[in-house]
């Protein structure tokens, strides 16, 4: 599970404004409304979900979260060894590949951005600014010349706009009030696409086309580009290749990235006010424009202005995976919608020692989910066959910024509308100990206890018949303090269940707790309670065996909500 402090997505989104009833602190089950409870499952779904043994959710978990995959970093050799793992598993049981080309892999591919920060710097008459400090590169290369403000930048000749109007570009370097990609105020992405090609320029292919030298992009989100991206300089930064550069869940959003095809910078609101200073709109006025949609026009600074870049940053490439497959319905029709079960398989990786041990193996996270996500797929494909098909997909660079479920919500391997359900698997496997008075502890779940996040945030029905297929079978209790929409922490925000959510397909978000091994090199596999990842394993599949057998796919009935979500 994603860290709160690199976040940005669990800062800047609005808290939820749902009709849900106010949560006490360790509110557990019974506490929801609850539809009549149903027959206690099958024998045979019983005998199915007695498959999952804590015995081999151990052996899975010492491997997967053992120091010679070095913490799963994302990308990393330690991960990749994983993934193969989970493929060579899925093979023996003979499930059906659901990545890319008949493969059990869906590949992701990264781009490496590093920036010299030593040799990186821009220059304004005798002034010398410097990478993170007054400035995050969005382009590399040289470029010198005098300033040109050209508001937000775009021409959409069929909507009378045209920023550029009156202002000669060539060989100056253009200050725009956006970020070259978000369209003007009043258009969406789609409105401008959906125009016949050479009818409209963003502000990035005009500058480049009318010989522009280089640019300085003053974005909407300018809070957030510099609360998370002086930290993205500071260090290489991955980010996936097809997901928009302006991104929401990414904590860096774009700032330390080599996008533009022109030297580019996003500065600082000092280093804006040095570069206004004087002028006809002041660097707060141009930032108010920005930051608020406001119309400003273009004009040219003073002549004397020069703005010189020199931006060090270099690119390479790698690739990451998610891992997909399906156990395949029985039912004719039916067999075309999924129940999707999730977990991810990354962590982060090697970092500061402590006691000196650098590699934080992240057993509990996520490795507890990724075993229990094996061991679902193994009792699913020895059957009895579900009406439903269940796809399992183990997502990559959770850690980094949900990447893994946010490229798969994209870019899905089987149409997400006939997705029912999501059920997301992260962090099952640490109990709270009797006579435990370790604040870090606070809030870790009981042995018989597990938190249920989202449930009752899309769909009643969801909700209920969760409740009473739990009351019906092992009876755990259900935690929904993190369901409150005040929550602090902003759980609900910081797992893969999330880009499930915002696409409407109702969710449910099964957690531990926050512990005081929580991204430490002290999550070790011997500190799980494997007895209850068996007990919230079990518990999971007797729900998706209900899901999957069900007449009908559970309704959203909050659709507010699934709209608050959408992009």
Not at 177 to 193: H, K, M, N
Not at 241 to 252: Q, S
Not at 464 to 493: A, C, I, M, Q
Request: glycine residues 8%; hydrophobic residues 40%.
């Amino acid at each position: 599970m994603r860290r709160l402090n690199l976040i940005g997505l669990a800062l800047v989104m609005p808290f939820l404004t749902l009709p849900l009833p106010a949560t006490p602190a360790r509110q557990t089950r019974g506490a929801a409304a609850v539809a009549a409870a149903p027959s206690a499952p099958s024998a045979a779904v019983r005998a199915a979900a007695e498959r999952i043994k804590a015995e081999k959710l151990k052996e899975d978990l010492f491997f997967i979260a053992s120091d010679e995959m070095a913490g799963r970093d994302t990308p990393s050799p330690g991960l990749d060894k994983v993934a193969d793992f989970i493929a060579e598993r899925l093979a023996k049981l003979k499930l059906r590949p659901a990545g890319d080309e008949g493969t059990y892999f869906q590949n992701i591919d990264l781009v490496r951005t590093e920036v010299d920060r030593e040799q990186t710097r821009a220059q304004l008459g005798d002034r010398v600014f410097r990478a993170a400090n007054d400035f995050l590169p969005a382009g590399g290369g040289a470029a010198e010349g005098q300033l040109v403000f050209a508001g937000h930048g775009w021409v959409v000749r069929s909507k009378n706009l045209n920023a550029y109007e009156g202002l000669d570009v060539r060989d100056k370097i253009v200050v725009v009030a956006g970020d070259g990609q978000a369209p003007p105020p009043g258009l969406t992405l789609r409105d401008v696409s959906d125009l016949p090609g050479g009818s409209w320029e963003t502000p990035v292919s005009y500058a480049q086309k009318h010989g522009a030298r280089g640019l300085v992009f003053v974005p909407q989100n300018f809070q957030r580009r510099w609360r998370y991206g002086a930290y993205s300089v500071a260090r290489p930064t991955f980010y996936p290749e097809r997901l928009a550069a302006e991104d929401e869940e990414d904590e860096g959003g774009g700032a330390a990235r080599a996008t533009a095809p022109l030297p580019a910078i996003i500065p600082s609101a000092a280093m804006l006010a040095a570069l206004f200073e004087g002028e006809q709109a002041d660097g707060a006025r141009v930032l108010r424009a920005a930051t608020s949609g406001e119309a400003l026009p273009g004009f040219a600074l003073a002549p004397s202005k020069r703005l010189a870049l020199d931006l060090r940053v270099k690119n390479d490439r790698a690739r990451t995976r998610n891992v997909v497959a399906v156990v395949e319905g029985g039912d004719p029709k039916l067999k075309s919608e999924y129940v999707a079960l999730g977990a991810h398989y990354d962590h982060v990786g090697t970092g500061r020692a402590v006691n000196g041990d650098s590699i934080y193996n992240g057993a509990d996270d996520d490795g507890s989910g990724t075993a229990a996500l094996l061991a679902l797929a193994e009792a699913f494909a020895q059957g009895p066959r579900p009406r439903r098909s269940i796809l399992f997909i183990w997502h990559t660079g959770e850690e980094k910024g949900l990447w893994g479920s946010q490229y798969f919500t994209e870019h899905p391997t089987v149409p997400l509308d006939r997705v029912i359900t999501q059920l997301n698997i992260d962090m099952i496997g640490r109990s709270k100990r009797a006579g435990d008075t370790n604040p870090r502890n606070r809030m870790l779940s009981l042995p018989d206890e597990i938190y249920v996040i989202g449930s009752r945030m899309m769909s009643t029905e969801l909700a209920n018949l969760s409740e009473s297929v739990n009351r019906s079978y092992l009876g755990l209790k259900f935690n929904y303090h993190y369901d409150d929409p005040s929550d602090p922490e902003r759980l609900f925000y910081r797992s893969d269940h999330y880009n499930y959510a915002r696409k409407g397909v109702p969710i449910i978000f099964y957690f531990d707790g926050v512990h005081e091994d929580y991204h430490q090199p002290s999550d070790h596999a011997d500190k799980i309670d494997y007895r209850k990842m068996e007990r919230v394993s079990r518990t999971i599949f007797v729900l998706a065996s209900e899901l999957a057998n069900a007449d009908k796919r559970p309704a959203v009935d909050r659709p507010a909500t699934a709209e608050q979500f959408a992009r």
